[in-house]
Structures are given as structure tokens and as C-alpha cells.
């Protein structure tokens, strides 16, 4: 069974970081592309970044680019997103995903508050 | 970026009656290798999204056969033959033909009238 579970949310004030992490199973972790995405409290569903299978190349949105990193720990099967500069319209549930002809497998998601 | 959108946003079906969905976007989804990467997810209240359709009209596995997409180029269309209680959802179209970024619809909240 796929298994992807985030954990590193809470609470962070403005212009703080965060450090999310997922966790994955059930799944050869070396043979997916992965994402990120987000859907702020009572929104839609935004795309954050991309990382492909060997870590080798990252895509990001707009608003992500120069403030979040996405990279992948292939022998631990784990995925990152480090989180830096954080504004208040970053607070969101971010959901760690898995790529096959588009996003596929969603974890449970981590929420990240950002306020004072 | 391609630019979906949903009709409707607000989706009130009677138990048993069929309900559509239609997700257009602003490009066509043909991607050069001749696919067209256009899903469907379904997001029940605290939960998290579950994709139902992939590539237009391929089910996922464990989805009902209730469930079918259809469309091409531009226009998509979600069906459900005959909707359940169940399938209290918000019903989001995504595209990954033109990315990045991938791209999102608005959403479609289906109630039950």
C-alpha cells in the first residue's frame, strides 16, 4: 500500500522557516517524480514544486522560487521541503504527492500557519 | 500556464440522478507525446484529494464504475451515472500537459438537494 505521510507543520512566525518532511512506503520511492501542493484553509488546491527521481532537477511556482527547496533522500525514501522568508498567504495544508500522468497518491497533508 | 475552469461551482443532485462536471481550459491539454494529461480528483469534506480519473477517461483503481471522463482538446467532462451519499465532494480538474506549473480548476461542490 502507498504510504506518504508529512510531518513538520505548526505554527511559524512571518519571515520564519519550516522544514517539511514526508515520509514514504509501499512504493519503489527511486522510480516517481514527486510534488508538492498546497490548498490554503478553505481554498482550492495550488501546486508548489517538483522533484525529479534522482533529485537531479526541481521546478517550483512562482511564488515558491528563491524561498522553498525541494529535494529527496533516495536511500531513505524520504522526501523535504525546506520553507524560508515565510509570508502569511504560505499558511496552508501542503500535501506531499506522488507523479504518475499527473499527480496520483495524496499523503494526509501537514498544515503551516504562519502568523504572529 | 493553462488556465481550467470549472461549471459549475455549486452542484445540488438528488440521490440516484447523474451529475456532470465540465472542466475547460484556456489551451489544449494535447501533450507532443499524444497523451492528454487531464485528471479529476475528489476532495470529501477533511480529506484529502483522491484522484479518480487520469488521462481523460482511465478510472483509477477502486473507483466506481459510476464514475467516467470524458472530452478532448479543450473541453473535459466528469460524470457520475447516479450519485450516492458518498460522493459529497469538492470535484477538481488538473492538468499536466503544460508544466510548470500543473494547474488546478476551481473546484465543484456537489451537494446533495
Known amino acids: 500500500e502507498v504510504q506518504l505521510v508529512e510531518s513538520g507543520g505548526g505554527l511559524v512566525q512571518p519571515g520564519g522557516s519550516l522544514r517539511l518532511s514526508c515520509a514514504t512506503s509501499?512504493?519503489?520511492?527511486?522510480?516517481?517524480?514527486m510534488q508538492w501542493v498546497r490548498q490554503a484553509p478553505g481554498g482550492g488546491l495550488v501546486w508548489v514544486s517538483h522533484i525529479n527521481n534522482d533529485g537531479s532537477d526541481t521546478k517550483y511556482a512562482d511564488f515558491a522560487k528563491g524561498r522553498f527547496t525541494m529535494s529527496r533522500d533516495n536511500a531513505k525514501n524520504m522526501l523535504y521541503l525546506q520553507m524560508n522568508s515565510l509570508r502569511s498567504e504560505d499558511t496552508a495544508v501542503y500535501y506531499c504527492?506522488?507523479?504518475?500522468?499527473?499527480?496520483?497518491?495524496w499523503g494526509q497533508g501537514t498544515l503551516v500557519t504562519v502568523s504572529s | 500556464d493553462a488556465v481550467l475552469t470549472q461549471s459549475p461551482l455549486s452542484l445540488p443532485v438528488t440521490l440516484g440522478q447523474p451529475a456532470s462536471i465540465s472542466c475547460r481550459s484556456s489551451?489544449?491539454?494535447?501533450?507532443?507525446?499524444?497523451?492528454?494529461?487531464l485528471n479529476w480528483f475528489q476532495q470529501r469534506p477533511g480529506q484529502s484529494p483522491r484522484r479518480l480519473i487520469y488521462?481523460?477517461?482511465n478510472r483509477d483503481s477502486g473507483v466506481p464504475d459510476r464514475f467516467s471522463g470524458s472530452g478532448s482538446g479543450t473541453d473535459f467532462t466528469l460524470k457520475i451515472s447516479r450519485v450516492e451519499a458518498e460522493d459529497v465532494a469538492i470535484y477538481y480538474c488538473m492538468q499536466a500537459t503544460h508544466w510548470p506549473p500543473y494547474t488546478f480548476g476551481p473546484g465543484t461542490k456537489l451537494e446533495i438537494k
Open positions: 504527492t506522488r507523479d504518475a500522468a499527473g499527480i496520483e497518491y
Open positions: 509501499g512504493f519503489t520511492f527511486t522510480t516517481y517524480w
Open positions: 489551451q489544449s491539454l494535447v501533450h507532443s507525446d499524444g497523451n492528454t494529461y
Open positions: 488521462k481523460v477517461s
